[in-house]
C-alpha cells in the first residue's frame, strides 16, 4: 500500500491555459474523490467516484471542470481556460466502500498567474 | 446549505494539558464524522471517525458525538508540541457527501 499520490506537487500556469491532475488512489480503494482548498478554508468538495461512475459533482464546480476515471482505478481533473480565482490546492482522496474514511493524497498546488 | 462549523482559533494549550476541539454540523442526515489533523503545507490525515452517539477513545484521543445536539468534538490529551496543527471537522451523509469545516488552529506550548 503506497497510499494516495498526485501528479504533478505543483504547477504553474497563465490565465487562459488547460490544465490535468492526475490522481492514483489507494488500490484496493472503489470511492475517489476531489476537493480544492485554499489558505485558512477546509477542502471543498468537488466531485466523487464510485468505481468509474461518476456519482456526484458540486453545483459549485464551473463547467469549466472536468473529472473522469475511465477504468476505475486513476483518476483525472482537468480544469479548462484557468482563472486567477482557480488557484488553490486540488485534493485528492480516496476509501473503500463500507466505509467513509477518507485518505488523502499530497494535493497539486495550482498557481494561475 | 449544509454547514459544519469551527472555532478558527487559534487555540493555545500547554504542554500536557488537554485540548477540546469542538464542531457543529446542520445536516441531520449527518452519519458518519471524522476528524483529520493538517500540518502546514501538507494534506488532512485521518485520526479519529466516529458514527454513534457518545465517546470514542483512541490512545490520546477521543471523539465524542452527540447527535441530538448536532455537536461532535475531539480531546486530544497530554497534549504534545507535535499536535500543533489544524483539525479539520468532517461530516457525511449517505456514504458521500461529505462537508467539511473551515478547520481549528491548534498550538501546544513547550
Known amino acids: 500500500d503506497t497510499g494516495v499520490s498526485q501528479d504533478p506537487r505543483h504547477k504553474i500556469t497563465k490565465r487562459g491555459q488547460n490544465v490535468t491532475f492526475r490522481c492514483d488512489p489507494i488500490s484496493e480503494h472503489n470511492r475517489l474523490y476531489w476537493y480544492r482548498q485554499t489558505l485558512g478554508q477546509g477542502p471543498e468538495f468537488l466531485t466523487y467516484?464510485?468505481?468509474?461512475?461518476?456519482?456526484?459533482k458540486s453545483r459549485l464546480l464551473s463547467d469549466r471542470f472536468s473529472a473522469e476515471r475511465p477504468k476505475g482505478s486513476f483518476s483525472t481533473l482537468e480544469i479548462q481556460r484557468t482563472e486567477q480565482g482557480d488557484s488553490a490546492m486540488y485534493l485528492c482522496?480516496?476509501?473503500?466502500?463500507?466505509?467513509?474514511?477518507?485518505?488523502f493524497g499530497p494535493g497539486t498546488r495550482l498557481t494561475v498567474t | 446549505q449544509k454547514e459544519v462549523e469551527q472555532n478558527s482559533g487559534p487555540l493555545s494549550v500547554p504542554e500536557g494539558a488537554i485540548a477540546s476541539l469542538n464542531c457543529t454540523y446542520s445536516?441531520?442526515?449527518?452519519?458518519?464524522f471524522f476528524w483529520y489533523r493538517q500540518y502546514s503545507g501538507k494534506s488532512p490525515e485521518l485520526i479519529m471517525f466516529i458514527y454513534s452517539n457518545g465517546d470514542k477513545e483512541d490512545g490520546r484521543f477521543t471523539a465524542q458525538l452527540n447527535k441530538a445536539s448536532q455537536y461532535v468534538s475531539l480531546l486530544i490529551r497530554d497534549s504534545q508540541p507535535s499536535d500543533s496543527a489544524t483539525y479539520l471537522c468532517d461530516a457525511t451523509t449517505g456514504g458521500f457527501k461529505t462537508i467539511f469545516g473551515a478547520g481549528t488552529r491548534l498550538f501546544v506550548k513547550a
Open positions: 445536516d441531520r442526515g449527518s452519519q458518519s
Open positions: 482522496a480516496s476509501s473503500s466502500s463500507g466505509t467513509n474514511e477518507q485518505y
Open positions: 467516484f464510485q468505481n468509474e461512475a461518476q456519482l456526484e
